[in-house]
């Protein structure tokens, strides 16, 4: 079936711009996660969402990053007012549930502010 | 605190010899530990996982790898290498409970296969 899938693949932004980034879990994975891949970083958690509620977002590096889930499906990392250091890969994840279940990964949104 | 340390930034083999990549892990119950393999210009994809189940647990690609409590240790091993194995991997934990569901990740071990 069709896996995790990330729009747009490549985004240039200008400084102090918006962005908006999307993901399409795979259908019927309750849970979704963003994580952010940077050479400095590494690998890092930003945001868990279990149907359309986030009980835990102490991964957003500052209030300029929000996210939103809508119908248990489609969800939005925005980023406001982008700053260079926001630079990255942003990933998008989904499992069927929480705990041990194993999460599949989108193939991610390269993230290039300048 | 529960994390995952990967012993090596990089390793080379050469191709049709053995793989070993080293990762410790630190947690105060039993974890979910997991492998993901990411190539070049790609997603990351599942290797394998351990829930507590067998200690030993195979993946894809003929990779294995073991969980040694007394050591806490899960090393990703491969008997012999492939060229296609060229990668970075990453050692990976669970965390959940309460309000949290996430995985915390090594900073990864850069693989070359020699020809």
């Known amino acids: 079936g069709a896996g995790v899938s990330q729009s747009p693949s490549n985004k240039v932004t200008e400084k102090g711009k918006d962005v908006e980034l999307r993901c399409d879990p795979i259908s019927g994975h309750t849970a979704l996660y963003w994580y952010r891949q940077s050479l400095g970083q590494g690998l890092e958690f930003l945001i868990y969402f279990q149907g359309n509620s986030a009980p835990d977002k102490s991964g957003l590096p500052s209030d300029r990053f929000s996210a939103e889930r809508t119908g248990g499906s489609v969800s939005t990392l925005t980023i406001q007012r982008t700053q260079q250091e926001d630079s990255a890969v942003y990933l998008c994840?989904?499992?069927?549930?929480?705990?041990?279940?194993?999460?599949?990964f989108g193939p991610g949104t390269r993230l290039t502010v300048t | 605190a529960q994390s995952v340390t990967q012993l090596d930034s990089h390793v080379s083999v050469s191709e049709g010899t053995p793989v070993l990549l080293r990762c410790n892990y630190s947690?105060?119950?039993?974890?979910?530990l997991f492998w993901y393999v990411q190539h070049p210009n790609k997603g990351l994809q599942l290797l394998l996982k351990?829930?507590?189940?067998?200690?030993l647990v195979k993946g894809i690609n003929g990779f294995e790898a073991e969980f040694k409590k007394s050591e806490t240790s899960f090393h990703l091993t491969k008997p012999s290498a492939h060229m296609s194995d060229a990668a970075e991997y990453f050692c990976?934990?669970?965390?959940?409970?309460?309000?949290?569901?996430?995985?915390?990740f090594g900073t990864g071990t850069l693989l070359a296969v020699q020809p």
């Open positions: 351990y829930t507590s189940a067998a200690t």
């Open positions: 994840a989904s499992s069927l549930g929480r705990s041990s279940y194993e999460q599949y």
């Open positions: 947690s105060s119950y039993s974890p979910s």
């Open positions: 990976v934990v669970s965390v959940s409970g309460g309000a949290t569901n996430k995985l915390i």
